[in-house]
């Protein structure tokens, strides 16, 4: 018997990195899973989003634990299709226990010189991404009296970052979103929290842009220079480390976590208020 035995998960951002991580986690687990991607590069965001081959890969891992697993292409920046992912989970699967609003994007520009598109992209994702996703779950929950929800936030939204001001705001935000639904749906049922990690070893930061923004003087820095900038501060976090946090927020063993913005960060929560 798994912790999540007769559970469906909806996870947006599902085709890579901390997403399938979190899906091939709460699966093990025993849930059945419903994975969204965009399936599509964002101009403004300097390295490639998950591919439909991505999301199509995800779903074979997760259909190897023996779990069902549904894959939908939508877009978080869009409110139709996020309530179409919805309508699917429920009509392909029954119901949906828990939602993990992960879709995310990041890209790099000081605020004084931010491309108008670049601010919105980011907002329209990390967000009012999160917004449609419990807008389009939330009023199926309400009306079973359950649910788990986790949004991914970042350390980044308690610490702000130069060159990341809208990626603070963003995540930030989606605090505030957090802490103010969980005041909502708290005694029906419902629980609904953040999880803020620091640096997360997946392609969001594994790219050659983010090497040039590390490594600014050196004409074609590498991924292994960059692994080596990053273990001197202390290392990244695997996807699997963070899928563990989520797993006891969304398993039984949660129920008594409810508006918490909870970091795991390897230490760095100990320069953030």
């Known amino acids: 018997m798994g912790k999540l035995d007769g559970n469906v998960a909806v996870v947006t951002g599902g085709a890579r990195g901390q997403g399938r991580a979190h899906a091939l986690s709460l699966a093990t687990a025993g849930a059945d899973i419903v994975l969204c991607d965009i399936g599509a590069s964002i101009a403004s965001v300097p390295y490639p989003l998950g591919s439909r081959a991505d999301l199509a890969e995800t779903a074979e891992l997760v259909g190897e634990t023996g779990r069902r697993c549904v894959t939908i292409t939508a877009d978080v920046r869009d409110q139709q299709q996020m309530n179409t992912v919805a309508e699917r989970a429920i009509a392909e699967l029954g119901h949906i226990d828990i939602l993990l609003a992960n879709a995310g994007i990041a890209s790099n520009a000081l605020i004084a010189e931010m491309p108008e598109q670049t601010w919105r992209d980011m907002i329209d994702v990390n967000l009012t991404g999160v917004y449609h996703s419990f807008r389009a779950v939330v009023p199926h929950m309400l009306e ?130």
């Open 144 to 273: 079973r009296g359950r649910g788990r929800i986790v949004a991914t936030s970042s350390i980044v939204a308690r610490m702000g970052a130069r060159k990341a001001g809208h990626y603070a705001a963003a995540k930030w935000g989606v605090i505030g979103l957090v802490k103010s639904l969980a005041e909502e749906v708290g005694g029906q049922g419902i629980t609904v929290n953040a999880v803020l990690p620091s640096g997360v070893q997946t392609d969001m930061i594994m790219n050659p842009a983010t090497y040039r923004e590390l490594m600014p003087d050196v004409e074609n820095p590498t991924r292994e220079a960059a692994m080596a900038m990053f273990e001197a501060g202390g290392g990244l976090i695997q996807p699997a480390e963070v899928s563990e946090l989520i797993l006891l927020l969304v398993s039984d063993a949660g129920g008594r976590y409810n508006g918490e913005a909870i970091t795991i960060s390897n230490g760095l929560s100990t320069h953030t208020i």
